[in-house]
T-cell receptor
Framework: DAGVTQSPTHLIKTRGQQVTLRCSPK?????VSWYQQALGQGPQFIFQ???????QRGNFPDRFSGHQFPNYSSELNVNALLLGDSALYLC????????????FGQGTRLTVV | GENVEQHPSTLSVQEGDSAVIKCTYS??????FPWYKQELGKGPQLIID?????GEKKDQRIAVTLNKTAKHFSLHITETQPEDSAVYFC???????????FGAGTTVTVRA
């Protein structure tokens, strides 16, 4: 049973560019959440997708957008990259509903130069 | 929104000793409290969680306690081993919220 998988593992982008990160949830999970983890800090919630809709959003600008596909996989898109967007981006999958166990992928390390 | 504070930020223990990490939360509606372990270069791994209808939960060498009145919860690791060295995060989630609010993390080092 595959866990949560994310791609790519590392990425280097130039300021102003756009990036797309991908996530496949754990088998049996229909909900995907995205978190940003800056160096030395705890993960910060970006948004959650359920039934192909954004169900809840954290305090992130509109430059951050996402999508969920019918097979429950998800993408995170970030436009007009800033140096401050450099971070580890984590995808978490859960079986849906409130206060359910969330399982994280290994993350995508994004460096903006 | 929910605010989670975690202490200490770093913790060094001798192998075989116990380690305790404490967290406080602000939202009295929070009812789900997971703990994650993050090793270098990896994503957070869920190690134990507790819900507000339970005061204590144990899984082998790991235990978590919850005090709803004081709004704090703690992780206890007994008989620490070198493989317990990692960054540990506490998190909280209110009953009407889909997101997890994380503490800033505790770097645990187990000395051989």
């Amino acid at each position: 049973d595959a866990g949560v998988t994310q791609s790519p593992t590392h990425l280097i982008k130039t300021r102003g560019q756009q990036v797309t990160l991908r996530c496949s949830p754990k088998s049996g999970h229909d909900t995907v959440s995205w978190y940003q983890q800056a160096l030395g800090q705890g993960p910060q919630f970006i948004f959650q997708y359920y039934e192909e809709e954004e169900r809840q959003r954290g305090n992130f600008p509109d430059r951050f957008s996402g999508h969920q596909f019918p097979n429950y996989s998800s993408e995170l898109n970030v436009n007009a990259l800033l140096l401050g967007d450099s971070a580890l981006y984590l995808c978490a999958s859960s079986p849906g509903g409130l206060n359910t166990e969330a399982f994280f992928g290994q993350g995508t390390r994004l460096t903006v130069v | 929104g929910e605010n989670v504070e975690q202490h200490p930020s770093t913790l060094s223990v001798q192998e075989g000793d116990s380690a305790v990490i404490k967290c406080t939360y602000s939202d009295s509606a929070s009812n789900y409290f997971p703990w994650y372990k993050q090793e270098l270069g990896k994503g957070p791994q869920l190690i134990i969680d507790i819900r507000s209808n339970v005061g204590e939960k144990k899984d082998q060498r790991i235990a978590v306690t919850l005090n709803k009145t004081a709004k704090h919860f703690s992780l206890h690791i007994t008989e620490t081993q070198p493989e317990d060295s990692a960054v540990y995060f506490c998190a909280a989630s209110p009953s009407n919220d889909y997101k997890l609010s994380f503490g800033a993390g505790t770097t645990v080092t187990v000395r051989a």
